[in-house]
């Protein structure tokens, strides 16, 4: 086993979610009210921990105003990991939340060297654009660059105030408790993120709210950072974050997806023919080596992509899901027969993403993009 590594800027190692709790304080999701077991995501523990949940299901139980606040770091292919959140904005949206989406435009010009207008442009093609594709909608939905927050010089002026505020209540042994280390591109970072995560409970925006911010496992140094300021800070006042946690999507090949290597990953602007390919050529397999092998110790679908690949978004259904899990673990379905299960599905879902990518790009404007 290769010894697990969980940080903002790396993550490697096979992951034990168990330890990952235990280390970063988290709390395991147990039961959750049927409304939210509805999405597969909850349902079937893709979303496995949390932080100060209960205030968000009792917002929605009781139909009271909360924020789901994400962030997207312009660079590469929107691809299927990416998914995991987008599902995460469509089904808070249609549960009554304010949707905050922070483009981190200066994140990757200080971490990346990559301009504005280069952000800005891989940002409204590649993410915005397949999020409206899978259904967010502009209604109750708010999308900024953190280099330009509002139009509104209220707004604006209150965003970046609070980032100096942050700043002033940050500690250095703080920062090397939560990083490892300290860089100044790691604490502007830091900084940044707290202030995109914090500032929708400002007075010029939303007031004192309940916020969630759902993210991978790796982002949740950053969660604590935001946190622990928060409680410091007497004015304004700040409602505790709450956060989610969901599980690393395999790259096609297994371990993380990689934005430099297409091969690691089926991009939503693949075509059928592209992701077939991928598929066939690149999906890791939880086989065994021969078929007279597979036939008699059958696969493990915990290592398999296409079936995690199927698990996390392509079956809905959870019978037939049991079914291929069954049947592959005892050796009765193949891995090449498992590929085709994903094939089939992945093939339809794609030929409509790029129709409705037609359409949403029609919508920017609705947004305040174009």
Not at 27 to 52: G, M, Q, T, Y
Not at 220 to 229: E, S
Request: hydrophobic fraction near 35%; charged fraction near 30%; proline fraction near 5%.
């Amino acid at each position: 086993m290769t010894k697990q590594i969980v940080t903002p800027w790396e993550v490697k190692g096979d992951i034990d979610y168990n330890k990952l709790i235990k280390e970063f304080g988290l709390s395991p999701l147990h039961e959750l009210p049927d409304v939210f077991n509805k999405e597969l995501l909850f349902r079937r523990k893709v979303i496995f921990a949390h932080r100060d949940f209960q205030k968000i299901i009792e917002s929605v139980k009781n139909k009271k105003k909360f924020v789901m606040m994400t962030g997207l770091m312009p660079t590469g292919k929107f691809h299927l990991g990416h998914m995991i959140l987008a599902k995460q904005m469509i089904f808070y949206q249609k549960l009554g939340a304010k949707i905050y989406i922070a483009v981190a435009d200066l994140e990757a010009f200080h971490a990346r060297n990559q301009s504005l207008e280069e952000s800005r442009k891989i940002a409204i093609e590649q993410y915005i654009t397949n999020y409206i594709a899978l259904g967010l909608k502009p209604e109750n939905c708010e999308i900024y660059f953190q280099s330009e927050r509002s139009k509104d010089g209220k707004k604006a002026n209150a965003y970046y105030r609070l980032q100096n505020l942050l700043a002033k209540h940050a500690t250095f042994n703080e920062f090397k408790a939560v990083y490892g280390s300290i860089t100044p591109g790691k604490m502007l970072s830091a900084l940044l993120q707290a202030s995109d995560m914090l500032h929708p409970q400002l007075p010029e925006f939303e007031g004192t709210i309940p916020v969630v911010v759902p993210v991978g496992a790796d982002q949740d140094p950053h969660l604590r950072l935001a946190r622990d300021i928060a409680n410091r800070i007497k004015s304004p006042k700040f409602m505790q974050l709450s956060s989610t946690y969901h599980l690393f999507i395999p790259g096609l090949k297994g371990g993380k997806m990689s934005a430099s290597d297409p091969t690691s990953y089926i991009a939503l602007t693949d075509t059928p023919e592209e992701a077939t390919l991928k598929i066939k050529k690149y999906a890791f397999s939880g086989g065994q080596n021969t078929l007279e092998e597979h036939r008699k110790k059958g696969g493990n679908p915990e290592k398999d992509v296409s079936f995690q690949y199927l698990r996390t978004i392509f079956e809905e259904n959870d019978t037939r899901l049991k079914k291929v899990y069954d049947d592959y673990k005892s050796g009765k379905l193949l891995s090449s027969e498992l590929k085709n299960m994903l094939i089939n599905k992945i093939r339809p879902f794609l030929e409509d993403h790029h129709k409705e990518r037609k359409k949403a790009e029609k919508q920017l404007k609705a947004f305040g993009l174009d």
